[in-house]
C-alpha cells in the first residue's frame, strides 16, 4: 500500500447491486478496478467489462495484485470465505460492505489489515445513485487502516464517518425500517387502490411530500393523520374497510396504536 | 353562479392548514375569497388578512356572497353544521374537504347544490405546497355540479378526478399508510438511531432513494431487504435488538412476516 489513494488498486469479491455501483463510483475517480469476482460467472464478467477488470469465478484465483479488497458478498456465506480471500496477498487491505455483521467475523481469517465499508443505501440492478451524497461508514480494528479507509471512502463519498459495529447495526436496522418498511407501506396502500380502480400514481405527491418533510421537520412534528389525533371514527371506519383483509387490518391496529403511544409521552 | 369561473367568490368554512393552503391557491388564480370563517377567531383573521377577506367567528354571520362554500372543519363537527352553513345561501354550491366523509352527509342540509373537492396531500403550518401536482378529487350528486366543481378545481390543480365516496374512503385510507404510517416508520427509526448517538439526517440519502424508487418500479418490484429475502440470521439479530421496547419489535415483526407472505404470492 505505498501508493497514494487514486492510484489504488481493488479487488471486488461479488458482483451483486452494491458491489456494482461501489465499483463504478470508485473507477469514476480514477481508481484501478484490478478484478471482480462473482460465483456467478456472467455477473463478474458483465461487472468486469464495465469497469475495466479481469473477471473470475473462481475464488483460488483471487489476484494478489490488490492494495484494496471489498467483498461484498451474502451475509450468509461471507464468513466461511473471509480466510479464502485473506490468503490473496496478506498485506492487503480487506474490508466488507454488510450493515449487520461485526468487524470481529474479520478476526482469525488470517488478514492483517481489515475493516468494514458500509454504504447506508439501497441498491437496485436498474438505477444508478449518486454516491456523493452517501454515507459512507467505516470500522477498522487499527487506527492506520480507519485512517486510510476514510480517506479511501472519501474518494466516492462526502459524508464518510467512523462508527462502531454496534452503531452500525443500529444503523442497519433503521434502514430496514426507514426503506424497506416504508416500501412495504408503499405496496400495500398499492394494493389499497388497485381493488378501488385507482393508479398508484395518485399518492406520489403526497409520498414526495411526506419526505420532503423531514428534510425540515423531524418525525415526531411531521407526525399527522387520525392516530396522532386519535380520530377514532375515521379510524373505526379505515379498520372495517379492512376487514377482508386480517394481517393489513393488524397493521393498521399496530401502527395507529404506537403513533398515539409515541405522542403522548 | 351566472359568473365565469375565474370571477368565482369563494367562503371558507375553517381556516387550518388545508383551508390555508387551498385558499391562497384559490386567491393566486385570481378568485375571490369573500370571508373567512373560523371558531377561533385569530385562526379566521390571519388567514382572511392573507386572502384579503373579512372574518368571522360566528357561523351565524356567514356570508350569502359565496358561489362556492368550501368547508374544511374536524370531520367529527361536521355533520351538525352542515344545516347552517347551507343556510347562507340556498342556491350556491357547497363542499367539503374530507378524505373519509361519504358525499351523502350532505343530505338534508337544505343545500340544493353540494359535493366534495378532496385534495390528496399532507399539510402543516409551515409548508406551502404546490397545488398544481396535487390530485384533487371531486364527486357530486347532480352531473352539473360535478361538470362545475371539475371546472373550479382545474383553477388550482393538473389532477382533477371525479370519484365514488367508497373510492375516496380507500384513497384516504391509502393515504394513512403511505404517509402517515410511513412518518411513523421515520420516527421509529430516529429514536434508534439517538439512542446508538447518531443524527436522523444519516437517513435522508436512502429515504429519498426509496421515494424516487416508486417513481419509476412498483413497491412490489422495489421491495428489498432482509425480510423479502428471508434472511433469518439478520431478522434474529434485529428482533434482539429491539428486546428492550417490545411493541416496536412487534412491529418489526408483523411488517416482515408480511413482506414475506406478499412475496410468496
Same sequence: chains 1, 2.
Avoid at 473462481?58 to 458478498?73: F, K, N, R, T
Avoid at 443505501?121 to 451524497?133: A, G, H, I, M
Avoid at 430496514?176 to 400495500?188: E, G, I, R
Wanted: charged share 25%.
Amino acid at each position: 500500500m505505498k501508493r497514494t489513494v487514486n492510484d489504488i488498486r481493488i479487488v471486488f469479491v461479488g458482483a451483486g447491486n452494491l458491489a456494482s455501483g461501489l465499483a463504478k463510483a470508485f473507477r469514476r475517480q480514477g481508481a484501478r478496478i484490478v478484478q471482480v469476482y462473482s460465483r456467478t460467472e456472467i455477473a463478474a464478467r458483465t461487472l468486469a467489462a464495465e469497469v475495466g477488470a479481469e473477471h473470475t469465478a473462481d475464488l483460488s484465483q483471487l489476484s494478489g495484485e490488490g492494495d484494496l479488497y471489498v467483498v461484498a458478498l451474502k451475509d450468509d456465506v461471507v464468513k466461511n470465505l473471509l480466510p479464502v480471500i485473506a490468503a490473496a496477498r496478506r498485506d492487503a487491505l480487506f474490508v466488507h460492505t454488510a450493515g449487520s455483521l461485526p468487524l470481529s467475523v474479520w478476526e482469525g481469517s488470517g488478514a492483517g489489515h481489515y475493516g468494514v465499508l458500509y454504504p447506508l443505501q439501497t441498491f437496485s440492478k436498474r438505477r444508478e445513485v449518486d454516491f456523493r451524497v452517501i454515507p459512507l461508514l467505516v470500522e477498522a480494528a487499527r487506527p492506520s487502516d480507519a485512517a486510510r479507509l476514510k480517506e479511501i471512502a472519501g474518494m466516492v463519498s462526502d459524508r464518510v464517518l467512523e462508527v462502531t459495529s454496534e452503531q452500525r447495526r443500529s444503523l442497519h436496522l433503521s434502514a430496514v425500517f426507514a426503506c424497506n418498511f416504508t416500501n412495504h407501506l408503499y405496496d400495500l396502500a398499492a394494493r389499497l387502490l388497485e381493488k378501488a380502480g385507482l393508479p398508484f400514481s395518485l399518492l406520489l405527491p403526497l409520498i414526495d411530500e411526506t419526505t420532503r418533510k423531514v428534510h425540515e421537520l423531524s418525525p415526531r412534528d411531521a407526525q399527522t393523520g387520525p392516530a396522532v389525533r386519535n380520530d377514532l371514527s375515521i379510524i373505526e371506519s379505515h379498520l372495517d374497510a379492512l376487514s377482508a383483509t386480517p394481517e393489513v387490518q393488524e397493521i393498521y391496529k399496530l401502527l395507529s396504536r404506537s403513533i398515539y403511544e409515541h405522542h403522548q409521552l
